[in-house]
């Protein structure tokens, strides 16, 4: 079985995130190093999870083992039920999941030449942060974080061109509700582990080669301030846009604020007003929402949400006001 204790023949690094905050591009610029493999969209701990959720679940009528062999007596007809994850408790599954994970990274770093680092961009990763450690303790993890107006307009554009409404949703809302998930169930990672550097987007656009660097530094990888400048030009959303990493209109502008033309004013005043605490802690300042009342908007979107009689109810009350 494998040994947790044992150094990995290459560094497994994660990327997390809420998607479309510049992953693929991050990705993209740490795999230009030599000693780097990068993996797309590897769903490999996506995948796994499902076959923890399975045996740490309790279904009424399923996953039980039924038996005769407690019964108190041979001729008692009666069945015992045991939940399969008494038996298989999740301590066991990652014990015996820790050496096919291994031995699927280690091959993925024999990719590369003498590689130092595998690269797993998965932004979903960020909901399977804790079930890496378990099977990798020694996992390194880089999140990255955008302003969620320019992730808010990234989404829509998806769901407009390569993608659709169900995968990126458009109500502002529903968004931001999962902008604050994503990254605060990734910045709760430093409570487990070391292993854990936060990059936003905004500086990688304006300082790329300084914070190039400062993640080789991270993942104690040689480099050098030319070798960070070459992987910024060849990285490039020009070159990105014509090398077949993704579908077409994947890689947009790249812009820190592009979405003060895209994104409506009530729109962003939805998502200023739901994410207002983690923006504040992220330093993206507020362009419109300010204080603690909801936006016009937000109190409009609640009030017709009412049901009927209380609407009818309130009406009643202006007219009378």
């Given at each position: 079985?494998?040994?947790?204790?044992?150094?990995p023949k290459a560094k497994?690094?994660?990327?997390?995130?809420?998607?479309?905050?510049?992953?693929?591009?991050?990705?993209?610029?740490?795999?230009?190093?030599?000693?780097?493999?990068?993996?797309?969209?590897?769903?490999?701990?996506?995948?796994?999870?499902?076959?923890?959720?399975?045996?740490?679940?309790?279904?009424?009528?399923?996953?039980?083992?039924?038996?005769?062999?407690?019964?108190?007596?041979?001729?008692?007809?009666?069945?015992?039920?045991?939940?399969?994850?008494?038996?298989?408790?999740?301590?066991?599954?990652?014990?015996?999941?820790?050496?096919?994970?291994?031995?699927?990274?280690?091959?993925?770093?024999?990719?590369?030449?003498?590689?130092?680092?595998?690269?797993?961009?998965?932004?979903?990763?960020?909901?399977?942060?804790?079930?890496?450690?378990?099977?990798?303790?020694?996992?390194?993890?880089?999140?990255?974080?955008?302003d969620p107006r320019s992730?808010?307009?990234?989404?829509?554009?998806?769901?407009?061109?390569?993608?659709?409404?169900?995968?990126?949703?458009?109500?502002?809302?529903?968004?931001?509700?999962?902008?604050?998930?994503?990254?605060?169930?990734?910045?709760?990672?430093?409570?487990?582990?070391?292993?854990?550097?936060?990059?936003?987007?905004?500086?990688?656009?304006?300082?790329?080669?300084?914070?190039?660097?400062?993640?080789?530094?991270?993942?104690?990888?040689?480099?050098?301030?030319?070798?960070?400048?070459?992987?910024?030009?060849?990285?490039?959303?020009?070159?990105?846009?014509?090398?077949?990493?993704?579908?077409?209109?994947?890689?947009?502008?790249?812009?820190?604020?592009?979405?003060?033309?895209?994104?409506?004013?009530?729109?962003?005043?939805?998502?200023?007003?739901?994410?207002?605490?983690?923006?504040?802690?992220?330093?993206?300042?507020?362009?419109?929402?300010?204080?603690?009342?909801?936006?016009?908007?937000?109190?409009?979107?609640?009030?017709?949400?009412?049901?009927?009689?209380?609407?009818?109810?309130?009406?009643?009350?202006?007219?009378?006001?």
């Open positions: 079985m494998g040994d947790p204790s044992t150094p497994r690094v994660f990327i997390v995130a809420c998607r479309r905050s510049g992953t693929t591009w991050a990705t993209m610029l740490l795999s230009q190093h030599p000693r780097v493999v990068g993996i797309q969209q590897s769903s490999f701990f996506h995948r796994v999870d499902y076959l923890g959720d399975y045996l740490g679940e309790e279904v009424k009528y399923g996953r039980h083992i039924i038996t005769a062999a407690d019964s108190a007596s041979a001729e008692s007809a009666e069945l015992r039920r045991r939940p399969i994850r008494n038996v298989m408790p999740l301590s066991r599954y990652h014990h015996y999941i820790r050496p096919f994970a291994e031995e699927v990274y280690d091959r993925l770093a024999e990719c590369g030449e003498d590689t130092l680092a595998v690269i797993d961009h998965q932004p979903e990763n960020a909901h399977s942060w804790k079930n890496i450690i378990e099977i990798f303790p020694d996992a390194y993890f880089l999140h990255v974080v955008r992730v808010y307009s990234s989404y829509a554009h998806s769901a407009r061109t390569w993608s659709n409404h169900k995968t990126f949703t458009s109500n502002a809302s529903d968004f931001a509700a999962e902008w604050r998930t994503e990254v605060s169930s990734a910045r709760e990672i430093p409570l487990r582990t070391d292993r854990y550097l936060e990059v936003r987007y905004e500086d990688m656009l304006a300082n790329g080669p300084e914070e190039l660097r400062r993640i080789h530094e991270y993942l104690e990888l040689p480099s050098s301030e030319q070798q960070c400048r070459e992987a910024i030009a060849a990285c490039s959303l020009d070159r990105l846009r014509k090398s077949g990493h993704g579908p077409r209109g994947f890689f947009r502008k790249g812009q820190a604020s592009g979405w003060r033309s895209e994104v409506p004013r009530s729109k962003v005043e939805v998502i200023e007003f739901d994410c207002a605490s983690l923006m504040s802690e992220l330093g993206y300042d507020r362009a419109f929402v300010t204080g603690p009342q909801k936006p016009f908007s937000m109190r409009v979107r609640d009030f017709l949400k009412r049901p009927l009689w209380a609407l009818r109810r309130r009406l009643s009350r202006l007219r009378s006001a």
